[in-house]
């Protein structure tokens, strides 16, 4: 997937009618953006790994608690469910429609993890199907020359290193549906409110939950600072690894595949092939046996009415791009 779309402080919308003419230019490359995409990669990118390397060296001396391990799982599960249910399968994808309830909660959660805010994400994703694997893809690990140079250059930048400074995409022209929405982009708006929450509430339960200064300070790592850095690698791992390794069952435009076996611990994300071939489905795993732990968030909310009209594809459909696949290799 992807991802991480950096976003910088706010989303940015036009603001007067000369911006709103220029809505047909689809990036915006500028100094004051790679300012701003600097600044995001140093607070929660870079810094996340110092967090780890705190925590790795604190568990030597005081052991990690059942406490921490808990709030790690639960901000990890919270902010992964955020990132893929509502960041990529519900805002950028439309993949199933939901109550504003459970919209605005996955816009808080999916702003917790640190990986850019709303609009800008949205737009920046859109971009990278659109575009996939071509210039102009903000993160494909194939463009970056032949050769093993050019793999492990490609990879790098994949990952990682594209978010340092990159094209801006236009919300106005990838995301209208975004800024017309009120109640979202306002929610959207505050994405350090809610980056620094997610930070914030693990060192609260922390220190309540084991009565004590040091569980403010392990919640925080935990729960805050390792959590992200983890949740992070899990999605750019998405843009980089699986757009060069796994297997690809369907015809896409791009280099897409899928790494299944992973579903478990990327929220079902790693069925990347899956999902470029059909990216109007709210199921990546596409079939009941994969491991697609979003998707089985999404279909939990649909049995009590807070989401509805889940438009997985036909096994017809999946049947027949898989045919024209073989056809195209043939
Ligand atoms: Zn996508
Ligand atoms: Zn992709």
Redesign the pocket.
């Known amino acids: 997937?992807?991802s991480a779309a950096r976003l910088p402080e706010l989303d940015q919308i036009p603001q007067d009618k000369s911006q709103t003419k220029d809505v047909k230019r689809k990036a915006i490359s500028s100094p004051y953006f790679h300012r701003l995409q600097r600044k995001h990669f140093l607070m929660f990118d870079v810094l996340p790994v110092l967090g780890v390397i705190l925590a790795g060296i604190m568990a030597f001396y005081i052991p990690v608690s059942g406490v921490d391990i808990g709030l790690f799982i639960a901000f990890w599960a919270l902010t992964g469910i955020g990132v893929s249910v509502g960041y990529h399968r519900y805002f950028t994808h439309r993949s199933f429609k939901a109550r504003p309830a459970v919209a605005v909660t996955l816009t808080i959660l999916g702003s917790m993890a640190g990986q850019g805010a709303l609009l800008s994400w949205v737009a920046m994703h859109r971009r990278?199907?659109e575009l996939?694997?071509q210039p102009g893809d903000p993160h494909s690990p194939n463009l970056q020359g032949p050769g093993f140079k050019g793999l492990i250059k490609g990879l790098v930048h994949s990952h990682f290193t594209w978010m340092k400074e990159h094209d801006y995409p236009n919300v106005a022209y990838y995301a209208p549906d975004l800024i017309r929405d009120p109640l979202i982009a306002k929610t959207a708006r505050h994405y350090y409110t809610w980056v620094i929450l997610g930070l914030v509430a693990p060192a609260i339960l922390g220190g309540l939950l084991s009565q004590s200064l040091w569980g403010v300070v392990s919640g925080f790592l935990w729960g805050g600072a390792v959590r992200m850095f983890v949740v992070g690698h899990i999605i750019w791992s998405?843009?980089s690894l699986?757009?060069r390794f796994g297997t690809r069952p369907y015809q896409s435009r791009?280099h897409?595949r899928n790494g299944g076996l992973f579903g478990l611990f990327t929220f079902g994300e790693s069925w990347?092939n899956n999902?470029?071939a059909f990216p109007e489905s709210p199921s990546f795993g596409l079939q009941w046996a994969a491991f697609d732990p979003g998707y089985w968030f999404i279909r939990g909310l649909s049995l009590v009415g807070l989401t509805w009209d889940l438009r997985v594809p036909t096994v017809q459909r999946r049947t027949s791009r898989k045919k024209r696949n073989v056809q195209t290799q043939q």
Do not use: A, K, R
């Open positions: 997937m992807d990278h199907h996939s694997d998405i843009n699986l757009h791009d897409s990347h999902h470029h």
